[in-house]
Structures are given as structure tokens and as C-alpha cells.
């Protein structure tokens, strides 16, 4: 049988999805990716034409305007792609300090972006990096050949401007499974990450997230292509944790799109599940404060499950605390 992601959460716990204490914009700053993986979420890759502009930009410091010191997590695509990335950052820097860049660590080598890891550094921009496995194959496999030495290149370059090691420069790595399986435990995982790359690479970083794969995008396509998808989305179902469901990201979390429409993840965004208004229309960042004063509601579809998996899942990792 099919099981319902609202009626399982509401049964639990009643009330449970709509906003609660907002604490986090979540901005796409477009599908151009200089890498094209395989189990990407927003199919991003090098054709990528969802790109935000200079106006929906300008949009978003209106609202920041009256909205400071919100953590504002940038992502794609690469953000770096975006070619009004620098002047979006630079501008954000007088709304809030707490700004996060999700980059991919390869587009640091791309022609012309390598000044990228130093300015991020100045702007004190913390870094959230993808990388789904300490060792060569797993990464290759996942994300192309050649990915983890340029990864462990870029890494120990951040180590030495200082990420990874003083305090005020967060290096977070990412972590995703190769398939069809959960995380295993984030601690246990962090610690073999930390010996792994200090031991062969020299490499320090903050933090560990351990993240589930959604069943959308191209990780869809590959279950589909090797007939998991149904096996994965049962398990996702199955792990359902009512533990950690309260305390799923959308409860803190707006997302942005390219054009300024608004989502409660990234996920429903790459679903083309806006936040809508009671007759239905698709809400933007103009409307975000009156949405925030009258209360949003979180769509739901299968593919959240993957948030109350086993520990849970966020793009800040397990919610298990
Ligand atoms: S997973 Fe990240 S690095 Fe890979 S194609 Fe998608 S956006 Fe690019
Ligand atoms: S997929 Fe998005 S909307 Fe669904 S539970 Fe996770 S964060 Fe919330």
C-alpha cells in the first residue's frame, strides 16, 4: 500500500506542517553546473539556462531589507556559475553575516573562477561541499572521472586561506549515499571521514552532513534504470523516524527559485511544488512577509520521506541532534 507523507507526519503529529520559526532563505541561483552527476536533484549541468538576474536578486535584498541576519544558503547548479554571483554576495554582506555557498570544490579550477575560494574567504562566506565519499572510486562513480582529486586539490587550497581550520571559516562537507541505502550515523561517518583525509590528503573541515538522496531527478532516473525505485521508496517509507519529523528543515526553511517564486525546500522546487496562496496562486518574494504573517503551509508529495528517513536528512544533515 501506498503510504501518505501528510496523513503519516499528521498522525503523529498533528499541526506539524506549516512554518514555524523561520530562520533560513534558501536561494537558486540557477541549474548551470560545471559538473552534470548522477544523482543531482535539479538535473543540473553545463546547458543549465535557469539563471537568476541582476533584478530577482535586487527583489530579494528588498526583503532582506526588512528581514536581517537570516542565514541565507546559496545553491544551483553551481552559485558560482551565476554571473552576478559576486555582486549578489557582496550586496548580501550589509543583510546578514550569516551567508552559506553550496559549491561543488571542481569549479574552483574552472577558467577565470579562481579567485573564487580567497573572496569567499573575505566575505567570510561558510562553505558547504560536496563530497559523497572519502575514497576516488565512490566519488568518480557518483560524479564524474577526475572529480575527487580536483576535490582534495580544492580542499587542502581552503585549508590553507583557513577553512576547515580557524572558527569563522566553516568547511562542511557534504555526504551522500552511492544508492540505494541511507546514511549511515553522521558522527560515526564524520569520524571516518576526518582520518581518511587527514591521514592520506593532509585534509581538515568543520563538519560532516549527512544527506538521503530525494527519489526525484537523475538519482529517479537511476533507480528507475536498475529497478529501485520501488524497493527505495518502500524503504524511506519504512524508516519513517516520528522522532525526528518535527523536526524536518521546511519548518525553518524558504526556498527561492531563479524567477523569485518561492518553495518550502529545494526538493519541492525541483518538483515544481510552489508555496501557493489560498485560490492557488503561485506566491514570490514580494509576497514573502505577508506569507510569513499569515503562516505557510508545507506541501507534501512521496518524496519527503526521505527527510524522516532513519536519523532524518536536511541540507544541514541528520536531524538527529
Ligand atoms: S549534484 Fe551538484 S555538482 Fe553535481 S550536477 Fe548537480 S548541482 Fe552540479
Ligand atoms: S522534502 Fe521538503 S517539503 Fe518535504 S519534508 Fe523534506 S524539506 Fe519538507
Excluded at 553550496?102 to 573564487?116: A, D, K, M, Q, S
Excluded at 518538483?271 to 512577509?289: A, M, Q
Amino acid at each position: 500500500m501506498k503510504l501518505d507523507f501528510k496523513q503519516m507526519i499528521e498522525s503523529t503529529h498533528p499541526q506539524l506542517l506549516r512554518l514555524d520559526k523561520f530562520s533560513t532563505l534558501q536561494i537558486n541561483l540557477g541549474n548551470r553546473c560545471n559538473q552534470k552527476c548522477g544523482h543531482c536533484h535539479v538535473q543540473a549541468g553545463p546547458d543549465g539556462d535557469k539563471i537568476m538576474s541582476p533584478q530577482v536578486m535586487t527583489r530579494i535584498f528588498d526583503f532582506l531589507k526588512t528581514h536581517p541576519d537570516l542565514t541565507v544558503d546559496m545553491t544551483g547548479g553551481c552559485p558560482e556559475l551565476n554571473p552576478d554571483f559576486q555582486f549578489f554576495i557582496e550586496n548580501l554582506r550589509q543583510y546578514t553575516s550569516k551567508l552559506i555557498a553550496r559549491t561543488n570544490l571542481t569549479i574552483f579550477f574552472e577558467p577565470g573562477l579562481e579567485w573564487v575560494p580567497t573572496w569567499y574567504a573575505q566575505n567570510k562566506v561558510a562553505i558547504a561541499a560536496s563530497l559523497p565519499c572519502y575514497t576516488q572510486e565512490n566519488v568518480d562513480n557518483q560524479r564524474g572521472e577526475g572529480v575527487f582529486d580536483k576535490s582534495i586539490k580544492a580542499l587542502k587550497l581552503l585549508n590553507r586561506i583557513g577553512y576547515g581550520i580557524d572558527d569563522d571559516l566553516q568547511l562542511n562537507l557534504v555526504y551522500n549515499p552511492g544508492a540505494d541505502f541511507l546514511p549511515g550515523p553522521q558522527e560515526k561517518l564524520e569520524a571516518d571521514y576526518r582520518n581518511e583525509l587527514n591521514t592520506k590528503y593532509g585534509v581538515k573541515f568543520s563538519n560532516l552532513f549527512t544527506i538521503t538522496n530525494a527519489p526525484i531527478g537523475r538519482f529517479r532516473q537511476f533507480l528507475e534504470a536498475n529497478g529501485q525505485l520501488e524497493y527505495y521508496l518502500k524503504l524511506l517509507a519504512d524508516s519513517f523516524n516520528p522522532k525526528i519529523a518535527e523536526h524536518i528543515m521546511c519548518r525553518n526553511l524558504i526556498s527561492v527559485d531563479y524567477k523569485g517564486v518561492l518553495y518550502n525546500c529545494d526538493f519541492n522546487q525541483a518538483l515544481d511544488l510552489p508555496i501557493i496562496n489560498e485560490k492557488g496562486g503561485v506566491l514570490t518574494i514580494e509576497n514573502l512577509s505577508d506569507v510569513l504573517k499569515a503562516g505557510v503551509e508545507i506541501v507534501t508529495a512521496e518524496h519527503c520521506f526521505c527527510c524522516t528517513a532513519g536519523a532524518g536528512s536536511s541540507c544541514t544533515g541528520s536531524l538527529v541532534k
